[in-house]
């Protein structure tokens, strides 16, 4: 794997590990709060988490993730051989999807551990095998329309400037480059509104600390959704960000949500 590309964290605010499960118990019972994404605090939580992420995804979404990866890749609808960037890939299993589709597949993290999981699964695909790479989202270390593609699954909402990341996902890829993103959202229907934030902000973290010992990552979690632009809200950054044709559909009842966008033509 290439050298890590360097992050730039903002100054940590004072206090100790208290005071962080402080805060984060107030932005689960108040998600307007403003939510602290240092990169190296985010890479501590997913470095944590790395070594049963694939089993938490699998038991807290009844496997469902494994379809809502093959449906961003699905929808990505680009033809076999297409160049494709796989950021904020975790452990591998978006890449894998991608990678089945027939795309030639970049792999992106900047959380070692996480990549270190996803080299078995590559090994086991067929040639070209996907290629992993440590990466800063906001400093992406290749030449600009450097891929035909891009997906982010579950990733952008744990950026700290989620416009620069949108930014540089429509630098590297080709003007007319496709791009999709799976992300989790709010339904917006009762019962299942009630039911969803009930099981979210209750029921999952003391799962996630059951199962990993880390159950500061999945509180961290309902706090990062609430916090994140969600449907139109997310469209208008995109557009803002270089992208056109963008859109955006409910998957399982609205507790996801995968959008699609365009990198703007040249004019």
Not at 70 to 99: F, M, N
Not at 121 to 126: C, E, L, W, Y
Not at 144 to 150: C, E, I, L, T
Request: net charge positive.
């Amino acid at each position: 794997m290439k050298r890590r590309a360097t992050c730039q964290a903002r100054e940590a605010p004072p206090g100790g590990r208290g005071a962080g499960r402080d805060r984060v118990a107030a932005l689960v019972a108040d998600p307007g709060l403003p939510l602290d994404r240092r990169a190296e605090e985010i890479r501590r939580m997913f470095a944590g988490v790395a070594g049963r992420y694939d089993l938490l995804n699998r038991l807290l979404s009844a496997s469902l993730d494994r379809v809502w990866r093959r449906r961003a890749a699905e929808a990505l609808d680009l033809p076999p051989g297409a160049r494709v960037l796989d950021l904020c890939s975790g452990t591998g299993d978006q890449a894998v999807a991608l990678r089945r589709r027939g795309a030639r597949v970049v792999a992106a993290d900047f959380c070692l551990p996480m990549l270190a999981r996803s080299r078995g699964k590559f090994a086991r695909q067929a040639p070209p095998r996907p290629r992993a790479f440590a990466a800063d989202a906001l400093r992406l270390p290749w030449r600009g329309a450097s891929f035909d593609g891009a997906v982010v699954s579950f990733g952008l909402r744990n950026v700290a400037d989620l416009d620069r990341a949108l930014a540089e996902l429509a630098r590297v890829l080709r003007p007319g480059g496709r791009l999709a993103v799976l992300e989790f959202a709010l339904p917006r229907r009762q019962p299942l509104r009630s039911l969803y934030l009930f099981y979210f902000r209750l029921l999952l973290p003391a799962i996630g600390r059951w199962v990993s010992r880390h159950g500061s990552a999945y509180t961290y979690l309902p706090a990062s959704v609430s916090d994140f632009p969600q449907r139109e809200t997310f469209l208008e950054r995109l557009g803002a960000a270089g992208f056109d044709r963008s859109s955006w559909r409910d998957l399982s009842g609205g507790i996801l949500c995968l959008y699609l966008a365009r990198r703007r033509p040249e004019p």
